[in-house]
């Protein structure tokens, strides 16, 4: 899988300042205060259009439950802090903490442990249906503390050194902001109105892998500063095969994969990486989890 480009997923068009179906960006290019998963009620909210993230997620649990099982839970202090990025709302929302939950729980029968507190972080945007989720959580009764914390996770969202285990699913393709540009028609990137980069001219994809390395630095830069020595991370994004063009990166079946974090250790963050403070963040690649120093 090729990184630099993961596709964004802010469609229809772009037009500062106007209303219509599209994206509303009213002459700021950052996202964060405009999007959002569809919410509320109805057939067309997101809770109700996500059956494939669902499914990408039971494929990758063997994976994560693998890597789970390196956490040295007796190291927690008897309290294990959990942090869904990107969290959106809905029962995947819950299925995906309660799968981790369960595993937690697993794990301490296995080795003769007594289960920590368990603190449960759940993140995305401000306009993330934040009451949704919370109201579903109270009618569930979950057996652990819950907390919003709304904000972009491509800057600080922990104080340092708290989290023990952090997890995305299919929330690491949007991107902080609209590449710089491509909404000003004089620009030699301009997407004609557009902000999805599928069909688009090379240079425009360009714009975007740059975007996207840009985010994803940040991403692991503040993830490293936060997670707990021995933590553990998972990620699972959309991306493409090698071969494939960023313009023509989406077929009528999406990609999903795993980020391969073997390869964008070697390209993008070799250098963040190194800089980490913490004595280890153990970050799933696909088969078996990575050990960063």
């Not at 994976?63 to 995947?92: E, K, W, Y």
Request: glycine share 10%; net charge positive; aromatic share 8%.
């Amino acid at each position: 899988m090729e990184i630099g480009s993961l596709p964004s997923m802010a469609k229809g068009e772009f037009k500062s300042g106007s209303s219509n179906n599209g994206l509303v960006v009213n002459g700021e290019n950052n996202l964060s205060k405009v999007l959002h998963m569809s919410s509320g009620g109805g057939e067309s909210i997101y809770a109700q259009n996500s059956s494939t993230q669902s499914s990408v997620f039971k494929s990758m649990q063997p994976t994560f439950h693998r890597l789970i099982q390196s956490l040295p839970v007796q190291n927690t202090g008897g309290l294990l802090r959990i942090a869904d990025l990107g969290c959106a709302s809905g029962m995947n929302t819950v299925s995906e903490v309660d799968f981790v939950v369960t595993t937690i729980k697993k794990l301490c029968s296995k080795r003769g442990l007594s289960v920590p507190q368990l603190q449960v972080f759940f993140n995305d945007l401000p306009c993330n249906d934040f009451n949704g989720l919370f109201m579903l959580l109270s009618s569930l009764k979950p057996d652990y503390m819950a907390a919003g914390v709304p904000g972009s996770f491509y800057q600080a969202l922990f104080p340092d050194g708290t989290i023990n285990i952090c997890f995305s699913i299919m929330a690491l393709h949007w991107l902080s902001q609209v590449p710089e540009g491509v909404g000003n028609e004089g620009s030699c990137v301009y997407n004609r109105g557009k902000v999805w980069i599928n069909g688009g001219r090379a240079e425009v994809a360009r714009a975007y892998a740059e975007q996207s390395q840009k985010d994803l630095r940040e991403f692991f830069r503040w993830r490293g500063e936060e997670m707990a020595s021995g933590g553990v991370m998972f990620i699972c994004a959309m991306g493409r095969p090698n071969g494939v063009s960023a313009e023509q990166q989406v077929t009528s079946e999406v990609n999903t994969v795993d980020l391969t974090l073997k390869q964008l250790g070697t390209t993008l963050f070799q250098k963040e990486l190194s800089r980490l403070r913490r004595e280890t963040v153990s970050i799933c690649h696909g088969i078996s989890p990575m050990r960063m120093k």
